[in-house]
Every structure is written in C-alpha cells, then in structure tokens.
C-alpha cells in the first residue's frame, strides 16, 4: 500500500464538475492499494498519518499531528501509485489490487483514520476526479507499507 500526504490549508474533490468533498486545514490523502494488501497495511498507515507530526507550534515547524491542530483530512483513491515505469513510456499498473479488493481497502483505511480522531472526507472510488489543494509549505510525503512490513518511506 503505498500514500502520498500532503499538509494543505484547504482542499476539495470534484466529479462532473460538482464537489463532492471538501476540507480545511488538514491532510489530502492519495491512497494507492496493490495486490497483497490486506487490512493490516491499511490500519499501520491511517494510525501513521494521524500521528504524523508536521504542523507548526511554536517551537518548532513540525511538531503537532493533524489531530492535535484540529485538522481534517480529504482520502482520494488513486490506482496510478501503484503504476510501474521501469519498463518503458507507458505505465504499467499490474501491481495494483483488483477493484473489490482496492476500495474495500480505501474504505477501511478512512474509517481506520476517522477513528483516530481525523474527520474524514472522501473523493468518488474510482470517479475522474478533479482534487483543488493549496499545499501548505509545500509539505508532502510518500509512505508505503509493504505486505506483513512496517510502515515507511
């Protein structure tokens, strides 16, 4: 499983042009699911990204977890992490879990997530979605948590 989290001070998704979520201070959440996964990857990265220190206080720039400022989060499914380009221009995405199996995994993750204090918004499971973020710092990280692995980058 792999995640990328992005510190914003604002965001939201869209589908067909109508917003379906949206979010204030917080996390965006892309969540990429590969074959393999199972609810324990899911469970080790919504508790990692709730403790995940990287707001200011003021003593130092990262110091405060989401759910210590308050904050919310916006989880956005996205196959394409799970996308392989080693072997040429187009990518390849065989690594990624079958549908079922991705969005019930997407689904766990945000509730494992909202039930570590975060409130949680989420983008469309496998919509065309259009994510509006303003990236605060710009603050960004890729965690993955590779099958019966610990969580890491």
Known sequence: MRIV????TSASVSVAGSEVAAIGRGH???VGVEQGDTERESDLLAAKVA???VFP??????NRSVVDVGGEALVVSQFTLAGDVSGGNRPSFVRAAAPADAERLYER???E???CG??????????DMQVALVNDGPVTFVLTCLPGGPVGN
């Open 113 to 115: 997530l909202a039930r």
């Open 28 to 30: 965006v959440v892309l």
């Open 51 to 53: 403790k995940l220190r």
């Open 109 to 111: 993750f945000a509730a």
């Open 118 to 127: 975060v409130p949680v918004r989420t983008g469309r499971f496998a919509a």
């Open 57 to 62: 206080d003021d003593a130092k720039p990262m």
């Open 5 to 8: 989290v992005q510190r914003v």
